[in-house]
């Protein structure tokens, strides 16, 4: 391309801009000089031309050389202004250089700039690309960028084929005027094709026997690519019999040769199939690959030979005929008749050719006879085995007799211990068995066993030797007698069995006392009951024999009430029956308990014991007995009645007990007589006296009550007492009261209150201490009979009169206010309210044995007689009110 003014930067001839008058400064490039040498012969034409006219027309060479050289010079200055004239209008030819396969659009070069032409122009002048010799076009130009361009596919095989170089011809044609350049691409080649042979596939026979060396000629792989990008190299793939030797022609291609490097053995590999590549040098390489199939062929070189060198079988003894025992088998490499294998027996003995047969085209042992274990155990047997041209060889054949099981296990008793006593420790030997097999090996291994649901076990001993001892203790009065099973079992498959029945008796020992047939036993009699009369029966067993389980019974010696047992019950010894040997009083004792023994005549003797608890029911042979107000005659009782009282005030109340219990000792009270019918009242079952109605000024200063007691039994029993009140404020107030004398022990009263007192003060001293000490140490304990600041105990009540579950004499509980009256020669008792069971505070409990108070009062139950007494001097220092 040209290069532009070296002072304005513009094309060279005339310039334009700087308006200079004589040719620019002119570097020219390469293409250029080369284009003005293809030109030189033309322009030394010209030249000549010039001369010849100047030296025609003006000038005589031999007359004026001087003006030939200066007419020389100027035609030099004139043929290099052409020549650039010549140059401005046609430019040459261009060549440029460009890869085969490039994509379309991919640019060659820039036409507008190595020709030195504006954009505009170039589109102006309708610029186009002419291919010479070829409507295909395959380059074109961009009239945006005056770039030229790949406008087609160029394949550099196709174009040229197998020339060294190629060359793309082609004119760039503008118009307006019309301008004709000449150019050329140069098409490089890639390696853009892989080497093909001409067959996929090339075979190959070689015989095995062939010798080591031999060649074989594999046709060369052909590339479309020149130069570097052809084949260079053939790779052929590794294995142990060829190698690949390449060889090159005279006119210089290559080819290979396949050469034998090892010899060839059918038998061990009849074809091979050998992978050949061939390799061109491009950048990346590319490859081409052909199978080489070589087919190997048979010769007779190999005998046969067996899979095994020795054979052996297993075979059961009594096999049927015609079972098959083992298969022998040989192969020969070879092929054809030369493979083909036969069998036969060449050394065994005479017996063994009774039992045995064989194939001689399987080579099929079968079993022709019947065979016995104990004939013989094993055979020895030599085949050999043959190829069509005579080619043999041997194998030996073991065949082991294997036994059968058929012979059962017997078992025999030895000796045996019989009966074995009962009390005998685990371990035991009883017995001793002995077990046999006729069998052999396995077959004769026995195992034996015996039924899991008897004491005893079999123990291996010597050999085939057990012993039948015991594993647990014996008991006669659960099993006397085992039927032991014991069963043989050997290992053969199928397993044979026995079995054998062994008769144990087992000896009685005295081992088991008797056992009552109930834990306890209770006997419920009357008081009152006839000496003699059966309370009740006892009954023991024992499970031993005979004598051993014989029981007697006796009563254990031990005492009631200090006195002996024996005056209370007896037993009888053989049938175990109680009896009562005198009559119990209920008051007295209520129930007590005697040991009863059961002993069997075993040696030593065993026994046992049972408790036999013996309850007196009570009778009701016992009257009520008042306790409040005292008995006529016993003291002298006055109750204080307030003028004021109202209708429904509690008065008085009538304590009274029963010795007897249950609705024996339910009672009731009832007023007989009074004074006054209509003033006073009784509760029927409480003895609280009440008034029915206001007191008035009318009503007697003194009144009497007759209050009858009565109890619930059958028939019913009664007591009566007498109550005396008074209607009056105070007691100054009643100043005949002094003269009221019941007898002669009314002078006493005045001591007699002096010594209430003080027991009263030390009593409810003492109860007060007594109940914060409990609330101190928070012990629930049940609170006393009544729950108030003076309260009657129980352990007042005389020790034969019971309360229980609340159905005796005292049912309610019963809160006491006391207030000593002073001066006074007799004291009141008031009852300020009751209280029901089912109202009781949740932490109180009613007492209702006397034993529950003697920690407060100590022994005063000592005696009924003591009990009434100091009941009675307590309640003489009480006077009653009302709250």
């Excluded at 420790?425 to 291994?445: A, F, Y």
């Excluded at 600041?789 to 034969?800: D, H, K, Q």
């Excluded at 005063?860 to 009480?878: H, I, W």
Aim: charged letters at 20%.
């Amino acid at each position: 391309m040209f290069h532009l003014c070296s002072r304005c930067q513009y094309r060279p001839a005339y310039c334009d801009q700087c308006g200079s008058q004589v040719l620019h400064d002119l570097v020219l490039p390469l293409r250029v000089l080369d284009f003005m040498k293809r030109r030189q012969l033309r322009i030394f034409s010209l030249r000549s031309r010039f001369v010849g006219l100047f030296d025609v027309s003006l000038f005589n060479k031999q007359q004026n050389q001087l003006m030939m050289a200066h007419l020389l010079r100027i035609a030099d200055i004139w043929g290099l202004v052409f020549v650039f004239f010549v140059l401005h209008c046609a430019h040459g030819e261009l060549t440029y250089t460009v890869q085969e396969e490039l994509k379309h659009g991919s640019v060659i070069g820039n036409v507008a700039k190595d020709l030195g032409m504006d954009l505009g122009r170039l589109s102006a002048r309708k610029a186009r690309v002419e291919m010479e010799g070829n409507d295909k076009v395959y380059v074109g130009i961009n009239m945006g960028s005056g770039s030229l361009m790949v406008a087609g596919r160029i394949d550099r095989e196709e174009l040229c084929g197998e020339k060294p170089t190629c060359f793309l011809k082609f004119d760039l044609i503008l118009e307006n005027p019309l301008e004709l350049h000449r150019m050329s691409v140069q098409v490089q080649d890639i390696n853009d094709n892989p080497p093909i042979f001409p067959k996929r596939e090339i075979k190959l026979e070689i015989t095995e026997s062939t010798a080591k060396g031999a060649r074989y000629r594999i046709n060369a792989a052909q590339d479309a690519d020149i130069g570097q990008n052809a084949v260079q190299n053939y790779i052929l793939q590794q294995n142990a019999n060829f190698l690949f030797s390449i060889q090159t022609t005279s006119s210089g291609s290559k080819y290979g040769e396949l050469v034998l490097d090892k010899e060839l053995d059918r038998e061990d590999q009849n074809e091979l199939r050998l992978l050949l590549t061939a390799v061109d040098g491009g950048s990346p390489p590319k490859s081409g690959t052909v199978v080489i199939h070589v087919t190997v062929l048979d010769a007779n070189d190999n005998a046969p030979v067996f899979t095994e060198s020795v054979y052996s079988a297993m075979l059961p003894e009594n096999s049927p005929i015609n079972t098959p025992v083992v298969t022998v088998s040989a192969t020969d490499a070879d092929e054809g008749l030369n493979g083909e294998v036969t069998y036969e027996f060449s050394r065994m003995s005479d017996k063994s050719q009774t039992f045995f047969s064989l194939d001689p085209k399987s080579g099929v042992i079968t079993v022709t006879d019947n065979i016995d274990y104990e004939d013989g155990s094993k055979y020895e047997i030599v085949v050999e085995a043959k190829d069509g041209y005579g080619l043999s060889s041997e194998a030996k054949l073991i065949i082991d007799i294997t036994d059968v099981n058929d012979n059962a296990p017997v078992i025999h008793l030895k000796s045996l211990s019989n009966p074995v006593p009962e009390n005998a420790p685990p371990g035991t030997e009883v017995g001793i068995i002995n077990v046999q097999d006729r069998d052999s090996e396995k077959n004769r291994q026995v195992r034996c066993s015996i039924q899991q649901n008897v004491p005893f076990k079999l123990v291996p001993s010597i050999k085939n030797y057990y012993s039948l001892v015991t594993t647990g203790q014996l008991d006669r009065e659960l099993v006397s007698d085992y039927n032991i099973t014991i069963s043989a079992t050997d290992e053969g498959s199928p397993p044979l069995s026995s079995s054998k029945t062994v008769q144990l008796s087992v000896a009685d020992i005295n081992d088991n006392p008797p056992v009552f047939e109930e834990q306890s036993y209770s006997a419920y009699v009357s008081e009152n009951n006839k000496p003699g009369s059966t309370l009740c029966s006892v009954s023991a067993r024992d499970p031993d024999w005979r004598q051993n389980g014989t029981v007697i019974y006796s009563l254990l010696p031990a005492e009631v009430n200090g006195a002996s047992v024996s005056s209370y019950l007896s037993v009888n010894g053989d049938t175990g029956v109680i009896h009562a040997v005198r009559s119990f009083d209920y008051e007295q004792l209520r129930s007590f308990k005697v040991h009863v023994m059961a002993r069997d005549n075993g040696s030593p003797p065993l026994s046992s014991n049972v408790t036999v608890s013996v309850f007196v029911s009570d009778v009701n042979d016992n009257s009520p007995q008042i306790l409040y107000p005292a008995p006529e005659g016993s003291s002298f009782m006055t109750e204080l009645v307030p003028k004021a009282a109202h209708g429904g005030s509690l008065v008085s109340k009538v304590i009274a007990v029963d010795a007897d219990s249950g609705q024996n000792a339910w009672l009731s009270y009832q007023i007989v007589r009074s004074t006054d019918p209509g003033l006073f009242t009784i509760g029927v079952h409480s003895g609280e006296i009440r008034t029915q109605r206001d007191i008035s000024e009318s009503d007697s200063m003194k009144q009497n009550l007759i209050v009858a007691v009565k109890d619930n039994g059958q028939p019913s029993l009664s007591a009566t007492c007498a109550m005396y009140l008074l209607i009056s404020d105070n007691l100054a107030e009643v100043p005949e009261l002094k003269d009221i004398s019941y007898d002669d022990k009314n002078s006493k009263l005045t001591s007699y209150l002096i010594i209430a007192l003080v027991c009263v003060s030390t009593f409810f001293l003492t109860f007060i201490i007594i109940v914060l000490g409990v609330r101190f140490c928070r012990r629930r304990k049940p609170r006393l009979l009544f729950d108030g600041a003076v309260a009657i105990p129980g352990a007042y009540l005389p020790p034969n009169y019971a309360d229980v579950d609340g159905t005796g004499t005292l049912r309610s509980s019963y809160n006491y206010d006391a207030y000593l009256t002073t001066g006074s020669r007799t004291s009141d008792f008031k009852f300020v309210s009751s209280y029901n069971d089912n109202t009781l505070p949740s932490d109180q409990t009613l007492k209702k044995s006397p034993s529950e108070f003697a920690d407060v009062f100590g022994s005063c139950d000592s005696s009924p007689e003591v009990g009434k007494s100091v009941l009675f001097t307590a309640l003489q220092g009480f006077h009653l009110q009302d709250c």
